[in-house]
């Protein structure tokens, strides 16, 4: 088996591991798990670094456990936390559960067949007609009250370092998660848990419970963490100024999710590039070289941007995002504004002053100064539109315009916008409605 662990190592995804645990990726090849809670119906960009492990360790010949916790997501990790969760209604995880497994099924492919093929679990399978006595007794049991209160995420909460203490139910999180391990690993061989470094705590209590619920047997159980990912300023990864960024185009659109790669740091991206793509060390040295020489150029963000855009998705809609890019930023054509959708249109004129005319206002034509003034108040007059228009430095949908020309019906993008502008950088939106 090629070296996983030393993989994972030089691209900055390695955080800690049980003792013999890169001794089984190098034996043979190895089941593995992470664990997705359905605290929403979609998973963002900071659920990435897990799906690219599960990636990883397919590739290298391992097999992937994708578990999505409907069971333990009815609870509440309290991991990282210091507030209790509020609980989510079934008819809320039923709808998350279904999302994060679509969004899982876009990098897995579920059907395949062969050793190590890709599996999907759901944990509310095998705990829904689990009763508590029996819980108590088979699972509680095993685990001391001293063992649990030792784990860093239990410790913090009581001694109110973090929140108001710990209500019951989640200092049961972990004693479920450990279930699950223990499950894995009788019907699917499953001796590695993988995740977060915030779920160290979580993931060693699985490893035990495989090892006191096998008594009379040597069961193997192992642990891995990646790091947890920040920016060069220490700041949260993963969120923008809109909130967080999401691996569904409905809730972050490609072009704002390609922009979010293409606008991090130098430091940053150095860093992603490794982290977030599938390219070799020799291509990332090559790369973070000529970056280094030509910073202005951005080539790391740029290649990172386009990766991680086609991981997620696929290399149509990079190019339409790079399209879209090059609207504000290069040599765009009327055509090409006429082939956004609206949602991609104001996504990438968002921020820029708009108007509103009717419909029946243009239907005839109108001049373009009194567009650029009365009818938009993009310009304070008309003498100021025509100073302007003089000075050859008004576009219409990015064509340069004169103060005979006349907007229509004709020149309406998608049915409902025109783009204003004045230079290279001042844009102004007109919906006609």
């Not at 060390?281 to 020489?293: G, M, R, S």
Request: hydrophobic share 40%; proline share 2%; charged share 25%.
């Amino acid at each position: 088996m090629k070296n996983l662990v030393e993989e994972l190592k030089w691209r900055g995804l390695y955080h800690d591991s049980m003792p013999g645990t890169e001794e089984q990726l190098l034996k043979e090849a190895t089941t593995a798990y992470i664990g997705f809670d359905p605290t929403a119906d979609s998973l963002h960009i900071g659920s990435m670094v897990q799906i690219i492990l599960l990636l990883h360790l397919k590739n290298f010949g391992h097999k992937p456990i994708a578990l999505v916790g409907g069971a333990t997501g009815m609870i509440g990790d309290p991991s990282g936390k210091s507030d209790e969760r509020n609980l989510l209604t079934e008819d809320q995880l039923a709808k998350n559960v279904a999302g994060i497994k679509s969004v899982l099924s876009r990098f897995l492919d579920f059907n395949e067949t062969g050793a190590n093929a890709p599996v999907m679990v759901n944990n509310y399978d095998w705990m829904k007609s689990f009763s508590f006595i029996d819980f108590a007794r088979e699972v509680g049991k095993r685990i001391t009250v001293n063992y649990m209160m030792a784990k860093d995420s239990v410790k913090k909460r009581l001694s109110g370092e973090a929140g108001d203490g710990m209500s019951f139910t989640e200092f049961t999180y972990q004693l479920i998660q450990g279930y699950d391990f223990y499950h894995l690993h009788k019907h699917y061989n499953c001796v590695l848990q993988m995740g977060g470094s915030d779920q160290w705590g979580n993931i060693t209590t699985g490893t035990e419970l495989v090892r006191r619920m096998n008594p009379n047997t040597e069961a193997k159980a192992f642990a891995l963490t990646t790091p947890l990912i920040t920016k060069a300023d220490g700041s949260k990864f993963g969120k923008s100024e809109g909130g967080n960024i999401w691996l569904d185009a409905d809730k972050t659109s490609v072009y704002k999710f390609y922009q979010f790669w293409l606008n991090t740091s130098d430091e940053d991206s150095e860093k992603y590039i490794k982290i977030f793509t599938f390219l070799d060390k020799n291509v990332i040295d090559t790369l973070i070289a000529e970056h280094k020489e030509a910073a202005h150029l951005r080539v790391l963000q740029r290649k990172l941007a386009e990766e991680v855009t086609i991981l997620v998705h696929g290399k149509a809609e990079l190019e339409k995002a790079i399209q879209a890019s090059n609207i504000l930023f290069g040599n765009a054509t009327a055509d090409d504004l006429k082939q956004l959708d609206e949602a991609t249109f104001l996504e990438v004129f968002d921020g820029v002053p708009q108007a509103e005319i009717s419909k029946d206002v243009i239907s005839n034509g109108i001049n373009i100064v009194d567009v650029l003034n009365e009818k938009s108040g993009f310009l304070k007059s008309n003498g100021e539109a025509r100073r302007a228009l003089a000075e050859n430095s008004i576009s219409v949908n990015k064509e340069k315009v004169t103060e005979e020309f006349q907007l229509t019906t004709k020149d309406l993008i998608n049915n409902q916008f025109v783009l204003l502008q004045r230079g290279k950088k001042n844009y102004f939106v007109i919906r006609v409605r």
